[in-house]
């Protein structure tokens, strides 16, 4: 979900001000596709190419195309959220004030209101097989995987979201996991490859960039085992109180840009997921024996739940880069010496370079729309503040950082760094090495990024293929 628009929301709220008499109710309502119409132009978007406008004539040149499969659509309503009630727990004093021509909590009150019709929207999430193999398929390393294995990661995500904690109002995919893939090859979203040692699950470029669409309609609905997952990927062993304090800060980052409803008690929800986890054999559990208190840890290596916990985990890696990625160059140029959109546009360029240098298409990675969702979050949180419009910073963010490096492994950590510290350089030898009098521009020594693509391609972890988010 892209970051609701306030106009509308305004407009409605202080329609409902003027006359309270009446009860005001949003109902959210979920639109989900197993293969959108219009694919062939949300592949040109995501290569960067403007929106088109839309004609007329466009009805005739797509007549054609009705003849292709499109699947079911799915229509899901979410809990309806009365207004009154909802600004009796947010606003208790509003109906002092009401009357007034902008009172104090208004301003609050519109953007809160957005993200909790739209985090109900998510709520009611439908897990189709379109969305489940996306999700799959594009957590692996070159989009192939053996169907077998991709059958069984589609029935555990499917038992993992029936019994996840909190909000049930998704609905899950009927039939079972060969038939959900047999489907996705039938409307054209993935390619199936018989080979001697087994059927493969193949998407190509194009399969794979469309496929983008469909994960972002769900991978909110799995965000907190994902995260959990995540946290395993580099720390073999875990505590329930080491784990909570280790992803804790990370958490909201992901309940803001996949609007995630929030936990009333996060620690009893992550001791609920690693119970769902561990029956799943995603996880070991050792039970409280003596001085040690029980503890989870992830599979060995080799066996096949690792690499379940794995593609589990992928799909947060994008927003935990972007989080990590702000915060440093935040860091390095210190506190109070850059505004709001000065941080956002070069956060976004060192997010672009990151995703150039590791030769991979993905936009949205660097949408300055989620660095502004993330600026959002750490303003709420106090880590930054603004001091004549520049952002500042304390202890608190440092500690933030270092916190939630653990979270990632050395050789991302190091790219990370490595491709910030090359932007930086390059700025000082931009300002300080200008070419000598009497010498042509063209002669002037180049700055040489070789040393740095070879680097960045060779390691281990690249950024995901993040996706275009729907609006």
């Not at 391609?457 to 690249?462: E, G, P, Q, T, W």
């Amino acid at each position: 979900m892209l970051p609701p628009r306030p106009g509308m929301l305004a407009m409605t709220l202080r329609s409902f001000l003027r006359d309270t008499r009446r009860e005001v109710a949003f109902v959210p309502v979920y639109i989900g596709y197993e293969k959108v119409f219009e694919s062939l132009s949300y592949q040109r978007e995501l290569s960067g190419a403007s929106k088109k406008k839309e004609s007329p004539l466009d009805l005739i040149r797509v007549l054609g195309q009705l003849k292709q499969p499109f699947g079911k659509v799915y229509l899901n309503i979410g809990e309806p959220l009365k207004l009154g009630e909802w600004l009796d727990e947010t606003a208790p004093d509003w109906k002092a004030s009401r009357h007034q021509r902008r009172p104090e909590w208004l301003t609050q009150a519109v953007p809160q209101l957005g993200h909790e019709i739209a985090t109900r929207i998510n709520a009611a999430a439908a897990l189709n097989p379109a969305s489940l193999t996306a999700l799959v398929l594009l957590s692996t390393a070159h989009h192939a995987i053996e169907a077998s294995l991709l059958q069984r990661q589609l029935a555990m995500l499917v038992r993992l979201a029936d019994k996840l904690p909190g909000r049930h109002d998704h609905s899950l995919p009927e039939g079972t996991p060969d038939e959900w893939v047999a489907h996705c090859a039938h409307l054209g979203l993935v390619t199936l490859r018989p080979q001697s040692l087994g059927e493969l699950v193949i998407a190509t470029p194009e399969q794979a960039s469309l496929l983008t669409w469909y994960r972002n309609n769900v991978l909110h609905l799995l965000a907190l085992p994902a995260l959990i997952a995540f946290a395993f990927r580099n720390t073999a062993q875990y505590t329930l109180e080491a784990l909570e304090d280790q992803i804790s800060p990370a958490w909201p980052l992901l309940v803001r840009e996949l609007f995630v409803p929030e936990a009333p008690e996060l620690k009893a929800d992550i001791a609920a997921t690693l119970a769902l986890m561990s029956e799943e054999g995603l996880l070991e559990y050792q039970a409280a024996t003596g001085d040690t208190p029980e503890r989870w840890s992830r599979p060995v290596a080799s066996q096949e739940p690792s690499e379940q916990l794995r593609l589990l985990a992928q799909p947060v890696q994008p927003t935990l880069e972007r989080g990590y990625l702000l915060i440093a160059a935040l860091l390095q140029h210190g506190s109070g010496t850059l505004d709001r959109e000065s941080l956002e546009s070069h956060s976004g360029a060192l997010a672009e370079r990151l995703t150039l240098l590791s030769g991979l298409n993905a936009p949205e990675f660097f949408d300055k729309r989620l660095f502004s969702g993330l600026l959002d979050t750490l303003l709420e949180l106090e880590f930054i503040w603004l001091e004549s419009g520049q952002l500042c910073f304390g202890e608190a963010l440092e500690d933030l950082q270092v916190h939630g490096r653990d979270l990632f492994d050395p050789a991302l950590r190091h790219r990370l760094q490595h491709v910030r510290l090359r932007d930086s350089e390059n700025e000082t030898e931009n300002e300080n090495d200008a070419p000598t009098e009497g010498m042509d521009e063209e002669q002037a020594p180049a700055l040489d990024d070789h040393e740095a693509a070879d680097e960045a391609v060779s390691a281990d972890h690249k950024p995901s293929d993040t996706s275009s988010q729907r609006e």
